[in-house]
């Protein structure tokens, strides 16, 4: 990516787990009265409520990040290169109305309103573990549906071996895409045991809140054991290939950014070592965990794999 070395983060404040809990209730309640959209901070006009949140598999208990972490300091280049940016630049990214569309080695394609993709599932809480490739990482209560849930609706055909993503495309209001710094529109793949693995999650909201813009509104995908990059922001298409899709980071610099991008204390970035991270808000370094953490449910994946050569 563009960034030197890995930034200075600031030790910041961290949102009380009870805080967060008393808050969800409160909006849990505030949905059903219809005032959610009243009650949450920060909400562009997406079409979407989350409703009630139930609790989902592979959370870790670590406290969370605070919110104003989460939503202060981002990488989302459509608004800017800079850390803060996208806060700032949130109010480009239009989201109302979105739609999805689900095309390519599917038996049945369709374009979605994003209500109506969200509707058969529930969604859940999953507090995730992100590691960015920058060697920093955050907690964040993400609030989402498993991704293979709506993959299967659309009846994935025998010849779909991976899933592309793809996001926005709006130069007109989105600074970033003004610039070329990346091809524009962020792209990214994944295979599809990865796609179809029950931690990999498509992301509405955080905190119990709809997703802020910053983060990736409305829909962004999240994939715990591998670096943040590969969690495309705004998705607008998702396409089910048999060749390997193309990802920007890799088109952007092939020697730094491979397909796979799992998590790796070994494998390090060419100018910087992947062992460590810093925790936003901890001053101390913390070792990297392989897979970030998730090696007992994803490293099966990979078996046979040479990770080093496939990084
Ligand atoms: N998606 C799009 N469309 N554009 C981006 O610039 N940045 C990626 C990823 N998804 C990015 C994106 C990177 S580098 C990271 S680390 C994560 O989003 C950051 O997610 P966060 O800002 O919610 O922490």
């Known amino acids: 990516m563009l960034f030197k070395s890995p930034p200075d983060i600031r030790p910041s404040e961290i949102t009380d787990q009870a805080v967060y809990l008393d808050r969800r209730r409160f909006l849990c309640t505030a949905a059903v009265t219809g005032a959610a959209v009243l009650a949450a901070p920060q909400l562009a006009s997406a079409a979407v409520s989350l409703g009630e949140i139930k609790p989902g598999p592979f959370s870790t208990d670590e406290q969370p990040n605070s919110y104003d972490d989460i939503t202060s300091y981002n990488n989302f280049y459509e608004l800017g290169t800079g850390k803060s940016d996208p806060k700032v630049n949130a109010r ?82 989105l600074p970033g895409q003004r610039r070329s710094v990346l091809d524009w529109p962020y792209v990214e793949g ?44 705004s998705i607008v298409r998702i396409t089910l290939t048999e060749d390997q899709p193309p990802t920007s980071w890799n088109l952007s610099s092939a020697r730094e950014y491979g397909f796979y991008s799992n998590v790796n204390p070994e494998v390090n970035h060419p100018r910087w070592s992947q062992a460590k991270e810093r925790r936003i808000g901890e001053f101390f370094k913390r070792p990297t965990l392989p897979f970030n953490g998730y090696g007992d449910q994803v490293a099966s994946l990979y078996n046979g794999m040479d990770l080093k050569a496939n990084f």
């Not at 507090?127 to 994935?156: H, Q």
């Not at 054991?225 to 922001?233: D, L, N, P």
């Open 92 to 173: 480009y990214l239009k989201t109302d109305p979105w739609s999805v569309t689900i095309d390519g080695e599917v038996s049945k394609p369709g374009t979605y309103a994003l209500e109506d993709l969200l509707a058969p599932h529930a969604i859940e809480e999953r507090t995730y573990r992100l590691r960015c490739v920058e060697a920093w990482s955050m907690v964040i209560p993400w609030n989402g549906i498993p991704l293979g849930d709506v993959l299967k609706r659309f009846e994935p055909t025998s010849r779909a071996k991976y899933v592309a993503f793809t996001s926005i495309l709006d130069p007109e209001n």
């Open 190 to 233: 994944l295979r599809i045991d990865e796609a179809m693995h029950p931690l990999t999650l498509l992301a509405v909201g955080l905190y119990g809140e709809i997703m802020p813009n910053q983060n990736g509104a409305p829909i962004r995908l999240v994939v715990p054991w591998k670096y943040g990059f590969k969690s495309a922001k």
